[in-house]
């Protein structure tokens, strides 16, 4: 009787016994399905690593073009309606992750723990195999997005990674000393800042404040903000730290100090007592030794080593950049100029053309000509006696269609294409030493 009694009471909804046992549930329902939808991920990558093997494989054991590709996409298309990813483009990215990642081992420990966009992205933006592995297990640890991701491999993270002067060895015990130089870069990228070099302390501090997500993104995984013009008061008098962090996985304090000028010796003395004297006071028990960073703008290696070298306190020097210009790996990354000239070969031809016409309209605004209507080049020309009176003007006629129909993407023959760059590189040079000497 008590049990069938028992068996009909139902708690409160606020009671702490319910609450607690929702709870419970719901975070077990939320883990199950996180680790359900990782485990669909990790098979999808499987299957697309797989795919692109086997493409791989007949491409090379039997000589197929890359036609192939656009007839597997329709027919896997046809066969498995309901699946999305057979686009010719998405076979494409199967097979170009195929050869960036040979290994299947480290496809399934590393990239199928990643989204199928981070692959992609790891396979179009790194060229090293060694740094794609690297940026994989970074995006893994740290739980980047795809395009946190992207920004890490534009700044070059992995050649700035662990890169900073440091004293670490001799001032911190082994196992917190490795992981303090890992985690420490050189330089350190504030590009999103968009300051220019002329740019006083109190704006950069400011200015990173601003951005403290940016900042905290580019310092790394651990750091937590604590303040920026931190204030200590030492013997009645009043010091100010422009950043402190503290950082979860060295449990220690982090001070960051910004210089706009060059490193100078006086710097790391400054900074050993800022790291005494939040040891002293704000460090607890349990807590490592606390680590100063200094942010300069340049820095000379050996007068770094001489600061240095004598300091019992951890400390590290490292740079910075405000650049709005590409990373090195972007610019690298660039066609040059002979690239683009095989590339493509009829762009001389069009940039010519713009600079001839640039200089025949500010010519003929000089001279005042009527100008009631566009001009075609050779009105442009037919307009100024003197223009028509030069030597090259005669052999630059002659190729003007040829530089139209460049500019309309027309191909042209290679051997006609030499007449015309030589003709109108003659032209343009005759008309600009016209105008400075006329």
Known sequence: MLHAVAMNLVPPSDSNDYVQLLDTLKERIRTSRLRAALAVNEELILLYWEIGRDILDRQDSAGWGAKIVDRLSTDLKHDFPEMTGFSPR??????????????????????????????????????DRTQRIWYGKQAREHGWSRKVLAFQIGSDLFARQGKALTNFERTLPTPQSDLAQALIKDPYSFDFLGLGPDVLERELERS????????????????????????????????????????LQLRCFVVV???????????????N??????????????????????????????????ALRD??????????TLSTALPAPLQAA??????????????SLVKLRIDI??????????????????????????????????????????????????????????????????????????????????
């Not at 660039?334 to 762009?347: C, K, N, V």
Request: glycine fraction near 4%; include cysteine.
């Open 90 to 127: 998405n076979l494409k990215y199967m097979r170009a992750l195929a050869e960036a990642f040979p290994n299947r081992e480290i496809v399934q420990q590393v990239i199928a723990q990643l989204p199928w966009g981070h692959a992609i992205t790891l396979v179009e933006a790194v060229k």
């Open 273 to 306: 007592f800022y790291l005494s004297a939040v040891d002293d006071l704000l460090r607890h028990t349990d807590d490592a030794p606390t680590i100063g960073i200094i942010l300069c703008q340049g820095k000379n290696a050996v007068v770094v080593e001489y």
């Open 357 to 438: 016409e640039r200089e025949l309209r500010a010519l003929a605004d000089e001279d005042s000509f009527p100008n009631d209507h566009p001009l075609e080049l050779k009105e442009l020309v037919r307009a100024s006696e003197a223009v028509r009176a030069l030597p090259s003007t005669e052999a630059f006629m002659a190729i003007v269609r040829s530089l139209n129909e460049a500019a309309h993407g027309i191909d042209i023959a290679k051997d006609q294409a030499e007449i015309a760059t030589d003709a109108a590189t003659r032209f343009l040079t005759d008309i600009r030493t016209y105008r400075v000497n006329r």
């Open 257 to 271: 100090e910004l210089k706009i000028e060059e490193f100078k010796p006086e710097f790391a003395g400054k900074m």
């Open 311 to 320: 300091s019992v306190k951890p400390m590290a020097v490292a740079g910075y």
């Open 208 to 247: 990173l404040l601003d951005h403290l997500r940016s900042l905290i993104l580019e310092l790394g995984k651990g750091f937590a903000f604590v303040g920026s013009q931190y204030h200590l008061e030492v013997a009645g008098q009043d010091y100010y730290l422009d950043l402190l962090f503290y950082h």
């Open 334 to 347: 660039l066609p040059t100029a002979e690239d683009l000239a095989r590339e493509f070969p009829l762009m």
